[in-house]
C-alpha cells in the first residue's frame, strides 16, 4: 500500500472513533435505570410521555412531577415538593421497560423541576430528568449549608414483639434500631428522620421523628425511633426510613391477626342467647299461675292405690303427719297392740241361698 494511501487509512480510522465514542457512553449509560421524555418542556394541561429502561422487571414505579430539584441533587424535599394527586404507577415488563403518558401539572414548589421515577416496592432505585413546567415560577435552589452528612452503616431491624393486648387489637408497636454515621465535615444536631409505614402496595405514610444528640464528623450513634401501626392491623407492612430526602432503609413486618376479637366475638354469641334464656325462664317462673294450697296438700297424700295393697303398713310418723280419713271397708283389727289394720274385702248385701242348686248339680 502506497505511502497516501495509509494516511487516508489512518485518517478514517480516527474518525470512526470520534464517531464511536457517544455511543460507547450511551450504553455504560444504560447500564443502570435510565429515563427518557417525548418533550423537555410542556404546558399545564398537556401531557408527555415518559418512558425507561433498565429498571428491575415486574417492578411497580411511580411517576412525580417535582419542583426545587435536579438530577444530581435529587429531590431534596421528598415527595412533599411533588404534585402527587397528578402521578401515575406504572409496572414494568419483562425486560424492565415501561412506557407511560403521564399529564403535566406544576409542582407545588417552584421550578427547577424534574420528573421523579422511583420504585414502590421491592429494592431502591430513582431516576430524575430535567423537566421544564411551562409557565411555572423559577427559583434558585436554596443553597446546601449542611456540612454534616448521615449515612447508614447497618441494616436496620425491628425491635420487640406483639403484647397480648395487640392479640386483642391493640395498635401493634415496634421499635426501629439503627446504627448512622456521620461522613460530612460539620456536627449533626438533633437530626429529623422519616419513619414511614406502607400496607401492601400501597404508598407509606411518612412520620417525622426527632433524635436527640449529636453526631460528630467521623463518629457515629445507635438511634431506635418507636413505629406504630394502627389498632386491629394486620397483613404484610414495609417499614421505611428516610433522612434528607433520601430513603436510606427498608425492613418488613408481617402482622399477626388480632385472634383475640374473633374470640371475644364468639364468646358474645354464645353467653348473650344463654343469658336471654335465662332472663326468659326466671321471667315465665314468676307469672305463671301458682296451684291452690288444698291442691298441693292433697297432692302430698299417699295414693289410693297404695292404700289397696295388701300388706301395706304406713309408717306411724306418716299416720300422725297425714291423717286419713277412715274408709268404709277398713276394719281395725282385733288385737289392740297391732300397729294398724287390716284390709278385708267389702260385704255384698245381696244374701245368697247355700241351698241354691247349680246346674252342674241338676244334672
Excluded at 494511501?5 to 455511543?23: C, F, H, N, T
Excluded at 412520620?207 to 444528640?213: A, F, N, S, Y
Excluded at 300422725?320 to 284390709?343: I, M
Aim: aromatic residues 6%; charged residues 20%; hydrophobic residues 40%.
Amino acid at each position: 500500500m502506497s505511502p497516501s494511501g495509509k494516511a487516508r487509512l489512518a485518517v478514517w480510522a480516527a474518525v470512526l472513533a470520534l464517531l464511536l465514542a457517544p455511543l460507547a457512553g450511551t450504553a455504560a449509560a444504560a447500564d443502570g435505570p435510565s429515563v427518557k421524555l417525548s418533550k423537555s418542556q410542556a404546558g399545564t394541561g398537556g401531557s408527555i410521555t415518559v418512558s425507561g429502561d433498565g429498571w428491575r422487571k415486574r417492578a411497580l414505579l411511580m411517576i412525580l412531577m417535582c419542583g426545587q430539584a435536579v438530577p444530581s441533587r435529587g429531590v431534596p424535599g421528598g415527595t412533599n415538593s411533588c404534585a402527587n394527586a397528578d402521578g401515575r404507577a406504572v409496572t414494568t415488563d419483562s425486560a424492565g421497560r415501561f412506557s407511560k403518558k403521564v399529564p403535566v401539572a406544576e409542582p407545588p414548589v417552584p421550578c427547577p423541576c424534574v420528573v421523579h421515577v422511583a420504585t414502590v416496592t421491592g429494592a431502591k432505585a430513582d431516576a430524575d430528568v430535567i423537566f421544564q413546567v411551562a409557565g411555572h415560577a423559577v427559583e434558585p435552589l436554596p443553597a446546601d449549608t449542611s456540612g454534616g452528612r448521615l449515612s447508614l452503616l447497618t441494616d436496620t431491624r425491628l425491635d420487640g414483639s406483639g403484647g397480648l393486648l395487640a392479640w386483642f387489637g391493640a395498635p401493634p408497636a415496634r421499635t426501629l434500631a439503627f446504627t448512622v454515621g456521620n461522613i460530612g465535615t460539620s456536627d449533626v444536631k438533633n437530626p429529623v428522620f422519616q419513619v414511614g409505614t406502607a400496607h401492601g402496595v400501597f404508598a407509606p405514610q411518612w412520620d417525622e421523628q426527632q433524635w436527640r444528640g449529636t453526631i460528630r464528623p467521623g463518629g457515629k450513634a445507635r438511634v431506635e425511633l418507636p413505629v406504630e401501626l394502627s389498632g386491629g392491623a394486620h397483613g404484610d407492612y414495609t417499614v421505611s426510613l428516610k433522612y434528607a430526602g433520601k430513603v436510606l432503609a427498608e425492613q418488613p413486618w408481617g402482622v399477626s391477626r388480632p385472634w383475640g376479637v374473633t374470640l371475644f366475638w364468639i364468646l358474645v354469641c354464645l353467653v348473650v342467647p344463654a343469658a336471654l334464656f335465662r332472663i326468659g325462664m326466671a321471667v315465665v317462673d314468676r307469672i305463671r299461675p301458682r296451684p291452690a294450697r288444698g291442691a298441693r296438700r292433697r297432692g302430698r297424700r299417699l295414693p289410693e292405690l297404695a292404700l289397696r295393697l295388701p300388706g301395706f303398713k304406713p309408717s306411724t310418723a306418716a299416720h300422725a303427719a297425714t291423717p286419713t280419713p277412715t274408709l268404709p271397708w277398713f276394719t281395725p283389727d282385733a288385737d289392740p297392740g297391732a300397729a294398724g289394720g287390716r284390709l278385708s274385702a267389702p260385704h255384698d248385701d245381696t244374701p245368697t241361698s247355700p241351698t241354691t242348686p247349680t246346674r252342674e248339680g241338676t244334672k
